[in-house]
């Protein structure tokens, strides 16, 4: 049974990997997206934002949907619609073709992902295995971004751009047919039990609203009237919502979650920490290529040392320093962590030394993460009720995104108020960038510090449930 559990979470995690990397094999081939496409720069922010509006407008809906008809048939359906569209993706000859099937893509990954922290929880109900499965499933959601890059500069060189949809193809049938076999059924408490048809058109159109005014602020600017009045607009839809929530009779999500201090903290903490990371990884993308030269694939081998350091933390050691010393504890040590990383590459030199400057920040940033993020996972769903599994694992989704969609907006205008002021004072090019993405680097390391303060001021300090100690260590026990 246990081999079969763990086999489960490695086909889990198969397919959350297919989505995270497709959120970044994408940046590599945009300028042959353009090229073939013939998008203007404007319209090609669209081939990325039509997949962000329905992924995040869509998480709090799928994972309340897996609670009410069952998870591992809403994983199934949207694994199917992101393969689906994947196919539609490789085959677009136009530009309203490629970003209507980014669009359902996104659908498909909302769906299959939204689930599976709460398939996880199912599946690991003992605290030790719990911690360790959760570090898997982070170290898959960071590797993914630098498999992105690698795979997604190797293959539009190799290749073409259409492959980097098309290999998701053999990659999601296998797994498909693997989840189909090897995952347990688990009935739903029935959609008559939660099946709000107004609170969840509000939340789903005041969420894609949100994301759309967040991922066009950059082209606006974050306080234009363009994004002031669909800010407005999507706030007052949120609004609504939360209204119906406290009204309806079954709502799609019972406000009773967030009477849990946990939960809340842990989400609000995962919006940040997630706008740093996100916020990251993209300039910090930008300024391997534009200030130091580096192509697709140098950029994605720099960022091996996030992955590679995060998947040694998360897979086991992370899983053995929560349980003995409660998740809390591990999570304040790896935000300390991130947080110098960050201020590392913020302070460092411009025209850096990969070796003498990068690769210790970088692996840094990953043991940062590697302890962050399982303990944050444990800690928002400790207080969830098996009910409300799946709806917990779609609210840590949801902040993660719209909280990473926010903190890029907010890096990338910041960034670019830097530079453009440095180049209107006669400084070069590149110097007047790399200011730029370091300024942004530095308000990220502030920001991790914010979630720093957070969780250990609002947050209990001992263990938030019980671990069970090896029986061959009395002493440790004593």
Not at 257 to 265: A, C, G, I, Q, Y
């Amino acid at each position: 049974m246990k081999d079969t559990r763990w086999l489960s979470l490695t086909v889990l995690c198969t397919g959350f990997l297919l989505i995270v990397v497709d959120m970044t094999i994408v940046n590599v081939a945009m300028p042959s997206i353009q090229r073939d496409l013939g998008f203007s720069q404007s319209a090609l922010a669209w081939v990325i934002n039509a997949y962000l509006v329905a992924f995040g407008g869509l998480l709090l809906l799928a994972g309340r949907l897996g609670d009410l008809a069952g998870r591992k048939r809403v994983y199934l359906y949207g694994l199917g619609i992101f393969i689906g569209a994947s196919v539609l993706c490789g085959l677009s000859f136009n530009q309203p073709m490629l970003i209507a099937a980014r669009f359902i893509q996104g659908i498909g990954g909302a769906a299959s992902s939204a689930v599976i922290l709460a398939m996880i929880v199912t599946l690991f109900p003992r605290p030790d295995e719990q911690a360790r499965a959760f570090g898997l499933f982070s170290f898959v959601a960071s590797a993914g971004a630098a498999i992105g890059l690698l795979a997604g500069g190797l293959i539009t060189q190799a290749v073409s751009w259409h492959w980097i949809f098309f290999v998701n193809v053999p990659i999601g049938l296998a797994t498909a047919a693997a989840s189909a076999r090897l995952l347990a059924e688990e009935r739903g408490t029935g959609l008559g039990h939660g099946a709000d048809l107004i609170g969840s058109l509000l939340v789903t159109a005041g969420l894609m609203l949100t994301v759309y005014t967040i991922v066009e602020s950059s082209a606006y600017g974050l306080v234009s009237a363009h994004t002031l009045g669909f800010g407005s607009v999507s706030l007052a839809l949120l609004a609504a919502f939360l209204v119906r929530q406290s009204m309806a009779r079954n709502p799609i999500l019972p406000l009773r979650l967030f009477t849990s201090r946990r939960l809340s903290v842990a989400n609000l903490v995962q919006g940040l920490m997630s706008s740093a990371f996100i916020g990251f990884f993209f300039l910090g993308s930008l300024d391997l290529e534009r200030v130091l030269g580096y192509g697709p694939m140098a950029i994605g081998l720099a960022f091996l040392p996030v992955a590679v350091v995060m998947g040694l933390f998360s897979i086991r050691l992370s899983a053995q320093l929560i349980a003995r010393f409660g998740p809390v504890r591990v999570l304040g040590a790896g935000q300390a962590v991130v947080a110098a990383a960050l201020a590392m590459l913020a302070l460092g030199p411009v025209n850096a030394s990969y070796l003498l400057h990068l690769l210790v920040p970088l692996a840094l940033l990953g043991l940062g993460g590697g302890l962050s993020f399982p303990s944050l996972a444990l800690i928002a769903m400790a207080d969830a009720p098996p009910r409300d599994a799946g709806l917990a694992s779609g609210i840590l989704n949801t902040t993660g995104q719209v909280g990473g969609a926010l903190g890029l907006a907010v890096l990338a205008t910041l960034a670019s108020w830097r530079t453009l002021g440095l180049v209107r004072q006669g400084a070069v090019g590149t110097q007047a960038l790399a200011a730029g993405y370091h300024l942004a680097f530095l308000f990220g390391a502030a920001t991790v510090v914010v979630t720093l303060v957070l969780a250990m001021s609002m947050l209990r300090l001992k263990p938030l449930i019980p671990v069970d100690l090896p029986e061959a260590e009395p002493e440790a026990v004593a």
